[in-house]
């Protein structure tokens, strides 16, 4: 593969983690508010 | 800066003490009984779940020997995050290990070697497991506080590293020896969103400064194809890209006895596939975010118009290791880089209590315990667990003080690690699958399979095997572990079959 080849590659998965990342942790936070509100 | 960023930590870090505090004077009436001290009162659901398994598996080891290799080896480090989705995928697809080791309902792993191999082989693979995984350790401490003492010393805020290698691991004995394992998640949880929460903002901000295009420019023009073309890097190659693969993907989640840990907390067992499906993108992410970091450091200190090529004059051999804190103090506004540093503590802790707890549990419950005959005797195991915690913490400050390896620090965690994880594989999959496993497969397994401690550094080269690839000598040591398992268990079963028949 070219570089051109790699850099697309790890652009993609590079937003892809970051895109992860957020995601992953507004659901963890709606998951602790969701069970705070249950607890109460 | 140094007054402004100092200021913004002592909020921050209040902030965050208090939130823990309270968190765990709510969770405190659960704090009773061996299922609640070992595995959390085996409550977690889906997000808990996710958010646990995340964070242990995120520290500030992980974004230090990540950033270390994306310094070094440019976009190419990249490939290890690849590696590591492809093998969680795996996992989590086809629930390999972790959905029927979770249907056996042990509390510890080496629990489950006693459930199919016989009380023997649960001691003895407790001992290698917990060798192979404090040896892992050792280096954390020493990373953890060169990290956050270089990242505070750009922004002019001096730290003594001795002095904040023990407040770190006293800071992280304490809040574990208290609440075992329901601290460890949920000091996770807030863990995974500070540290979620200030990757992406140094992320956003670093990419303003250093547009990816330049940072592409620029390895290109330092390291060549290498930098982008892990077959093509000198340190990379295909046996290395098959072992991360392994070792980053398969092992870090299925078999490496912290993360596998999580699947035994899990509620209900068919919440344990999803769990490992959904974090197969943050076993992503924690690899490659970091890198690109190191990444974006490499850039820094290369760009003359930046001037911060004499911050990292006078690092000698750590250079790489601290390029990418430096660049964050040095960069960052103070409100950003004291928020970072305060999810970086986190971090730590994070993976800190989940280490010291595992590797102390495994000895207290499955070396202690079946030797002394306290396996079920609660406040024993308690205090076992605790007293254990402190041995571990005071053997993890002397390490951290004299261990002097050449290899890069993931490779050094991938080699240490492989003292356990190259027989593991073979006792967990070969035992779970396959019918004809035996206890003295088991046992042959465990031996061969330490031949793995031949790729540590010092020993390498006292064995003269310089020539020979860490990741090479790790297959090797799987191949021995396989082929022991598969001879010792044919062999017993040929010969307890023959005494039946005469029988």
């Not at chain 2, 649960?122 to 990242?151: D, E, P, Q, T």
């Not at chain 2, 930098?227 to 072992?243: I, Q, R, T």
């Not at chain 2, 250079?319 to 506004?333: I, K, N, S, W, Y």
Request: some cysteine; proline content about 2%; charged content about 10%.
């Amino acid at each position: 593969m070219s570089i051109d080849g790699w850099v697309s590659l790890w652009t993609v998965l590079l937003w892809l983690s970051a895109g992860a990342f957020g995601l992953v942790t507004i659901y963890v936070l709606y998951g602790l508010v969701r069970g705070l509100r249950k607890s109460r | 800066m140094a007054n402004s960023t100092l200021t913004y930590l002592a909020l921050f870090s209040l902030a965050y003490v208090v939130a823990i505090v309270l968190a765990h004077r709510g969770k405190a009436r659960h704090a009773s009984g061996l299922t609640e001290f070992f595995v959390s009162g085996r409550d977690l659901g889906l997000g808990m779940a996710i958010a646990t398994l995340g964070a242990t598996e995120i520290g500030l080891i992980t974004i230090a020997y990540n950033a270390q290799k994306g310094f070094n080896e440019g976009f190419a480090a990249f490939h290890i995050g690849l590696a590591a989705l492809v093998g969680c995928v795996f996992v989590g697809a086809l629930g390999f290990v972790v959905k029927p080791i979770r249907r056996t309902g042990v509390l510890t792993l080496p629990e489950y070697y006693e459930q199919r191999y016989g009380r023997d082989i649960r001691v003895f693979g407790a001992i290698v497991m917990a060798m192979g995984g404090i040896l892992n350790m050792g280096l954390f401490l020493k990373v953890a506080s060169l990290f956050l003492a270089a990242m505070l010393s750009a922004s002019g805020a001096e730290v003594n590293v001795n002095a904040l290698m023990i407040t770190l691991i006293a800071v992280a004995v304490i809040y574990t020896c208290y609440g075992g394992m329901r601290s460890v998640i949920i000091t996770d949880v807030f863990q995974f969103v500070l540290l979620a929460a200030g990757l992406i903002f140094a992320v956003i901000f670093l990419t303003r400064l250093i547009p990816i295009d330049q940072a592409v420019s620029l390895v290109q023009e330092h390291k060549g194809v290498g930098g982008f073309d892990p077959f093509a890097n000198e340190s990379f190659g295909l046996s290395y890209v098959l072992w991360m693969i392994l070792v980053a993907g398969v092992v870090s989640a299925a078999i490496w006895p912290t993360a596998l840990s999580r699947a035994l907390c899990i509620e209900k067992e068919e919440t344990v596939q999803r769990a490992y499906l959904i974090s197969s993108v943050i076993f992503l992410s924690r690899m490659i975010i970091p890198a690109f970091l190191g990444v974006l450091a490499f850039c820094y200190f290369n760009i003359p118009a930046i001037g911060g090529s004499e911050l990292l004059s006078g690092h000698g051999s750590d250079a790489d290791l601290v390029a990418t804190p430096l660049m964050l103090g040095h960069a960052m506004p103070s409100w950003l880089l004291a928020f970072l540093a305060v999810a970086m503590f986190a971090s730590f802790m994070s993976t800190q209590d989940s280490y010291l707890f595992c590797w102390a549990s495994i000895l207290s419950r499955d070396v202690l315990g079946p030797v002394f005959g306290t396996v079920d005797n609660e406040k024993a195991q308690k205090w076992g667990t605790r007293v254990l915690i402190v041995v571990i913490a005071l053997y993890e400050l002397y390490w951290g003080l004299i261990y002097e390896g050449r290899e890069d620090i993931w490779d050094y965690l991938a080699v240490s690690g492989s003292i356990y994880f190259c027989s593991g594989i073979v006792l967990l999959a070969g035992g779970l699958y396959w019918k004809g496993a035996t206890r003295r497969g088991a046992l042959w397994a465990l031996v061969l399979g330490f031949t793995a401690v031949a790729a540590l550094s010092p020993i390498k080269t006292a064995l003269g095997l310089e020539a020979i690839s860490s990741p090479m000598i790790g297959f090797a040591a799987i191949g021995l572990s396989l082929v022991g398992f598969v001879v010792g268990s044919l062999t017993e079963g040929r010969v307890a079959r023959q005494e039946k028949g005469a029988a």
